[in-house]
């Protein structure tokens, strides 16, 4: 009978658009009572745009999307992008040298002869850089309604904040909901600042929120959740969730993600739509009950 629910579930799976490549991740799904997702391009789209400009007094537009466009020119992070874009459309982009990534916080590089570094409010933190009264209360107002803020820093001034918005996927919601009848605690992981990070997750209803968490620290998170007797199931599509999709009870790949995530997930989905987690769930259950 084995080779023959096989073959079903796998005919199941293809039309379902779930690839699994760990047969035993898939069996282990069943028993899955906490559903972790990465936030940024799982929940949400992963395509943030700068939504709001706010200098400092004595400051331009121009001259703070200028120095941050340049600093965020040589990385590959999303929010990046959405810098290097609303700069461009401002003003003409100075060349910027000595690029350093700090990883999970910003970035830093001299422009014109500048220390230039553009990151969230950890790396402001570090920096010991405290921002000027005119930009703490909309940053605030922004972080509360779940867009991410970056501080642009000039040598060791705070001269400016961008928000940036990543819409949160129209399917999330439901993907939330269903998985909450089908009984499964839904928690969310993020690099984004805890005031963001709450927002969304009050948005999207989930259970708990674990925010301002260190790619590095990710996997250590879903070990920390399964110590407190849960049964994961990690949902992310990026590099930085490798280790977390390996960690964890059964690792999910979603929107085909990075060549890394899949290496390290036992299941893959070829949509980027969250709900598909619930089809793997019941995937699994159907290959419990043909067995018997
Ligand atoms: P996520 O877990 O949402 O994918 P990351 O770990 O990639 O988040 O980033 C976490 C935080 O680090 C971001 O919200 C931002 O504050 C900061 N950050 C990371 N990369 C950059 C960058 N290139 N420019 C500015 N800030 C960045
Ligand atoms: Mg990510």
Do not use: C
């Amino acid at each position: 009978a084995i080779p023959l629910v096989i073959a079903i579930s796998t005919s199941m799976s293809a039309r379902a658009g779930i690839l699994v490549k760990d047969r035993l991740a898939l069996e282990r799904m069943r028993s899955v009572d906490t559903v972790l997702f990465d936030k940024t391009g799982t929940l949400t789209r992963g395509e943030p745009a700068v939504v709001a400009v706010l200098p400092a007094d004595g400051v331009t537009d121009a001259e703070l999307l200028g120095a941050a466009g340049a600093a965020e020119s040589d990385s590959e992070h999303p929010l990046a992008r959405a810098v290097v874009a609303a700069a461009r459309a401002a003003t003409a982009i100075p060349t910027a040298t000595g690029f350093r990534s700090l990883t999970g916080r910003g970035v830093r590089a001299v422009v014109d002869g500048h220390d230039i570094a553009v990151g969230g409010p950890t790396m402001l933190r570090e920096l010991g850089v405290t921002a000027p009264g005119e930009l703490t209360g909309p940053t605030a107002t922004w972080a509360d309604r779940g867009a991410t803020v970056l501080h642009v820093v000039r040598d060791g001034r705070a001269i400016g904040a961008l928000a940036l918005a990543d819409d949160i996927r129209p399917e999330s919601r439901e993907a939330v909901r269903d998985l909450h009848a089908a009984g499964v605690r839904v928690v969310m992981i993020t690099g984004d600042a805890r005031d963001v990070a709450e927002a969304v997750g009050a948005e999207l209803g989930v259970d708990e929120v674990l925010a301002e968490v260190l790619p590095a620290d990710k996997d250590a998170a879903v070990a920390r959740l399964q110590a407190r007797g849960l049964t994961v199931a990690m949902v992310g599509d990026g590099v930085n969730d490798a280790p977390a999709l390996a960690r964890a009870d059964v690792g999910i790949a979603i929107g085909a993600g990075t060549d890394v995530a899949v290496e390290s997930a036992g299941v893959v989905l070829a949509s980027d739509d969250p709900r598909a987690v619930l089809a793997v769930r019941r995937l699994s259950e159907a290959g419990y009950r043909k067995m018997w």
